[in-house]
């Protein structure tokens, strides 16, 4: 990979734990993002090969009206199935992989984020110099996403216990943001890491990402 920033920071935290917000707030800061939550939602989109395949799967009920994908229904089925979560990440990840290495070899800056809530489950986690946890207490997911999304606490419950736990994310940190506070605070804790990223690139400790060790 060629013309990559100095140094990627992976950016992940469970559900509900504000990591979009704490990237908008990078991106305030004039640091790019990239998000794999739309890269995603780019790989399904309407016509895409792969929401054919994920039709042909799950059935065209999978399918809103407009021929869009449903969401929330398919949230629902692959956190209650392992073996349905299985199938759907492997078609995804791939697709999601290239087209992260190819928004790489674009970057600029002195650092770029990939913001990811899978990074520690997948092989995103090998182009990273720095991963950068967002961190809150399971109740605090819970309260927060049912505010944000609606639906019922059980299927959240569900989605939490699907990811890495909270114990096994925090040990493959290299920063922690805790985000129980409000988003006053959150963007004020976003500036100080990302003078620290400053004062880390200016004293030339970034060798290499992960995937190069």
Same mark, same amino acid.
């Given at each position: 990979?060629?013309?990559?920033?100095?140094?990627?920071?992976?950016?992940?935290? =469970?559900?509900?734990?504000?990591? &979009?917000?704490?990237?908008?707030?990078?991106?305030?800061?004039?640091?790019?993002?990239?998000?794999?939550?739309?890269l995603a939602r780019?790989?399904?989109?309407?016509?895409?090969?792969?929401?054919?395949?994920?039709?042909?799967?799950?059935?065209?009920?999978? %399918? @809103?009206?407009?021929?869009?994908?449903?969401?929330? #229904?398919?949230?629902?089925?692959?956190? *209650?199935?392992?073996? +349905?979560?299985?199938w759907l990440e &492997?078609? #995804?990840?791939?697709?999601?992989? %290239?087209?992260?290495?190819?928004?790489?070899? +674009?970057?600029? =800056?002195?650092?770029?984020? $990939?913001? *990811?809530?899978?990074?520690?489950?997948?092989?995103?986690?090998? $182009?990273?110099?720095?991963? %950068?946890?967002?961190?809150?207490? @399971?109740?605090?997911?819970?309260?927060?996403?049912?505010?944000?999304? =609606? =639906?019922? *606490?059980?299927?959240?419950?569900?989605?939490?216990?699907?990811?890495?736990?909270? +114990?096994?994310?925090? *040990?493959?940190?290299?920063?922690?943001?805790?985000?129980?506070?409000?988003?006053? #605070?959150?963007?004020?804790?976003?500036?100080?890491?990302? $003078?620290?990223?400053? +004062?880390?690139?200016?004293?030339?400790?970034?060798?290499?990402?992960?995937?190069?060790?």
């Amino acid at each position: 990979m060629t013309n990559i920033a100095p140094m990627l920071v992976g950016l992940t935290g =469970g559900i509900g734990s504000g990591k &979009s917000k704490a990237a908008t707030y990078f991106a305030e800061l004039n640091i790019n993002i990239i998000d794999t939550d739309i890269l995603a939602r780019e790989a399904v989109a309407k016509g895409a090969a792969a929401l054919e395949k994920i039709a042909k799967h799950f059935g065209r009920s999978i %399918l @809103e009206a407009d021929g869009n994908l449903n969401r929330r #229904l398919l949230r629902e089925i692959i956190f *209650s199935n392992p073996f +349905e979560k299985q199938w759907l990440e &492997s078609l #995804l990840h791939p697709i999601i992989h %290239l087209r992260i290495l190819r928004l790489l070899s +674009e970057l600029e =800056g002195p650092y770029s984020i $990939l913001m *990811s809530p899978l990074l520690l489950e997948t092989e995103q986690k090998n $182009l990273v110099h720095r991963i %950068l946890v967002i961190d809150i207490e @399971e109740d605090t997911q819970v309260t927060r996403t049912l505010q944000r999304d =609606g =639906g019922n *606490s059980e299927t959240i419950k569900g989605i939490i216990a699907s990811q890495l736990n909270r +114990e096994t994310r925090l *040990s493959f940190a290299d920063d922690i943001i805790n985000n129980e506070g409000s988003p006053e #605070l959150l963007r004020d804790l976003v500036y100080e890491q990302h $003078l620290r990223y400053l +004062e880390h690139l200016e004293g030339g400790a970034v060798a290499g990402s992960k995937e190069d060790d």
